[in-house]
């Protein structure tokens, strides 16, 4: 017998590449349970698979940093931090976090192949002895406009959104005046095409960094949340700064508040989202 779950979650996370450096991303997640049936009549209920399933990916992978076995990347322990090291492209990241911060693959390269088979060894051996084989798929949400992918950590969040490297592919909305601007959209996904987002009170000098250095042409930033302590230097032209949190919200007000102070005589309407299907909408 098969069993079908579709959209049983969204995975919202970042990961290392090669040519990108931190990618945010976000995938669906499509679940197929293969098995015989159980003394319910069911291979499995779907409460426990909407329950059980989704909760071991957000253990394993959700809002985390994804980091592939790659030869440019090094890996240290130091009393209870996982400190990353990462030269890519023309850039190098450095970070220390707390070990659930990370979710490290046995792969030289993050993609929606590698993390299927990952999700999957995982998850196998955790359900019920009835079902044979599960099936994963991983979809980004299909937009049909303009979005860009970014990486942020919010220390004041009392979830995993305290993390200082996760992310999310989102789209954007733009209204000026009233009227959807695409020339708008496409300036903003631009700008912000793999970018990691700063919050201007996290910035510290390299000199402050206590598990890490910091490369030439580096920005810096630390702080301590509920789950540790969490520092990070990254080239700074991958980066933008904001001068508040970079929550969703905060996003959709300072781009509205950019878009006003270059034309204070129009109107602007901002849809941010944050991966797929959630966001803010900010007014100037």
């Known amino acids: 017998m098969i069993l079908f779950v ?3 979650t969204v995975i919202d996370f970042s990961y290392l590449c090669h040519q990108r450096g931190a990618v945010g991303e976000s995938w669906i997640v499509d679940l197929t349970l293969h098995g015989s049936l159980n003394a319910q009549s069911m291979v499995l209920d779907f409460a426990l698979v909407k329950k059980q399933v989704k909760r071991i990916i957000d253990e394993q992978i959700d809002h985390k940093l994804a980091v592939p076995k790659h030869p440019n990347v090094t890996v240290t322990h130091q009393d209870v931090q996982t400190n990353v090291s990462f030269n890519y492209a023309d850039a190098q990241l450095a970070l220390s976090c707390p070990a659930q911060a990370y979710c490290f693959i046995e792969s030289p390269e993050i993609n929606i192949a590698s993390v ?4 999957i060894k995982t998850i196998m051996p955790q359900l019920p002895q009835n079902i044979d084989k599960i099936e994963i798929t991983l979809r980004p949400e ?3 406009t303009f979005y860009y992918h970014y990486s942020h950590g919010l220390k004041k969040h ?9 992310g999310h592919r989102s789209k954007i909305e733009i209204y000026e005046n009233g009227m959807k601007s695409p020339r708008l959209q ?3 996904a631009e700008l912000w095409q793999d970018i990691y987002l700063v919050s201007e009170e996290d910035i510290i000098t390299a000199g402050q960094l206590k ?9 810096c930033c630390a702080y ?3 789950q540790g302590y969490f520092e990070l230097a990254i080239n700074q032209n991958r980066t933008h700064l904001l001068p508040y949190d970079t ?3 905060c996003i959709a007000q300072y781009i509205a508040e950019q878009l006003k102070a270059q034309n204070p005589n129009n109107d602007f309407k901002v849809v941010a989202y944050e991966g797929v299907a959630k966001g803010s909408i900010a007014y100037a």
């Open 211 to 219: 598990f890490i250095s910091a490369h030439e042409n580096s920005l």
């Open 186 to 188: 496409k300036q903003w």
């Open 224 to 226: 301590i949340a509920p």
């Open 116 to 119: 299927t088979e990952y999700l």
């Open 142 to 144: 299909k937009i049909d």
């Open 158 to 166: 009392d979830g995993n959104c305290q993390r200082i490297v996760h």
């Open 247 to 249: 929550t969703v919200e």
């Open 6 to 8: 579709n959209d049983l």
